[in-house]
């Protein structure tokens, strides 16, 4: 989280702009709410040039709820297709079979260090949407491009997974029909899930979706049709006028963050390249800007690395169970300083263990 929107939440813990009330306190139906949330949407939209034609909707259920919500809403019980490119689309796929025929029409596997070229897709011609997942947090895998579907031949609407890049980055709206993430890497406190629908995707929800779940009942009530996570859009809208606000030479906003993330994933993958002692495994090509998978090459060493960052104040370097290794989660938030000294730890630990 940005120092910044902590510091202004504390100020503003126990009195909202002289309402006698914290946020926690408020009703989602109070008109000091409504102001909230009209204005994290009105940021969110200008941030990530979301176009009017999208509904914004803030929603509960994180990023797996999602994995069943989306073909709730779009498969109409019919079959969608599925670019596994690590854990979290083969999750995804594995929801979605519940409710429709789920086709894998890509893959990475086994090593999902790669993406796979979206030429050789095996797109079905009557899939009601294409999912994947545009980074891949586990695996450290990212989208640098979006596929554009009509131009592979496919009339499916796109569904993206962007929870783990959200805002660090501009979005192609053009190629997209629904994104989704939860808000708890780069937005805000866990709890809220961030869902963008292009219009004409909503209405088209099968019989036993719960309503609570229902996009068009969500849109149709302004993300209040149930109570919403309130503090989670509060913080969230900090966080999007943080980001508004920041500003990279000429660059400002998400564009701004864009440049921020390039250069602080060069130094982080420049350094291990350059290392013998650690290795990154992901092809070049599609390296995440966010979450950085890497090994020591000794990994006999990994308790000792781990130990001596916790003593240095670098946290949460354990790599996912699934995957091993060391993962550095660099998301929006994290200063170019902050890698700065984790390359520093890094050097030292190899020049003082290899
Ligand atoms: C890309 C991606 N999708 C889905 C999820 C699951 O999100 P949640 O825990 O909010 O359900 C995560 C969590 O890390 C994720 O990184």
């Known amino acids: 989280m940005p120092e910044a929107v902590l510091q202004r939440a504390a100020e503003e813990m126990l009195d909202w702009h002289g309402s006698g009330m914290g946020v926690m306190e408020m009703s989602h139906r109070g008109k000091e709410f409504g102001v909230i949330a009209t204005a994290a949407e009105a940021d969110l939209r200008a941030l990530l040039a979301v176009p009017s034609d999208f509904h914004i909707l803030f929603m509960q259920g994180g990023g797996l709820g999602e994995n069943a919500i989306v073909p709730l809403n779009l498969s109409r019980g019919t079959e969608a297709d599925f ?91 053009s190629k997209v029909g629904l994104a989704f993430g939860g808000a708890q890497k780069n937005l805000g406190p866990a709890g809220l899930t961030i869902v963008i629908v292009r219009d004409d995707l909503l209405g088209r929800a099968l019989e036993v979706c719960p309503s609570a779940f229902n996009y068009k009942t969500v849109a149709d009530n302004q993300s209040m049709y149930n109570t919403p996570p309130t503090w989670g859009i509060y913080i969230a809208g900090l966080t999007f006028q943080w980001l508004r606000q920041q500003t990279e030479g000429a660059l400002s906003g998400v564009e701004a963050m864009e440049a921020r993330n390039i250069a602080k994933a060069k130094l982080l993958y420049d350094f291990i390249d350059g290392s013998g002692f650690y290795d ?28 001596g960052a916790r003593a240095a104040g670098l946290l949460q370097l354990k790599g996912h169970k699934s995957v091993g290794g060391m993962r550095a989660s660099i998301y929006n938030a994290m200063p170019l300083a902050g890698v700065q000294a984790l390359v520093g730890y890094m050097r030292e630990f190899e020049r003082s263990h290899a």
């Open 280 to 307: 990154n495994k992901v092809d070049p090509s599609c390296r995440s800007r966010m979450n950085v998978p890497f090994f020591l090459r000794d990994e006999g060493r990994n308790e000792a690395f781990l130990a």
């Open 83 to 173: 670019v596994i490119t690590g854990s979290w689309s083969i999750k995804s796929q594995k929801e979605a079979q519940r409710y429709c025929r789920a086709n894998v029409v890509a893959t990475n596997a086994p090593g999902h260090d790669a993406l796979p070229d979206p030429a050789g897709w095996k797109l079905s011609d009557s899939a009601s949407y294409v999912h994947l997942c545009s980074n891949e947090t586990i695996n450290g895998v990212e989208f640098q491009q979006l596929p554009d579907l009509a131009a592979l031949g496919s009339k499916a609407p796109l569904v993206i997974d962007f929870s783990s890049h959200v805002a660090s980055r501009p979005v192609d709206w």
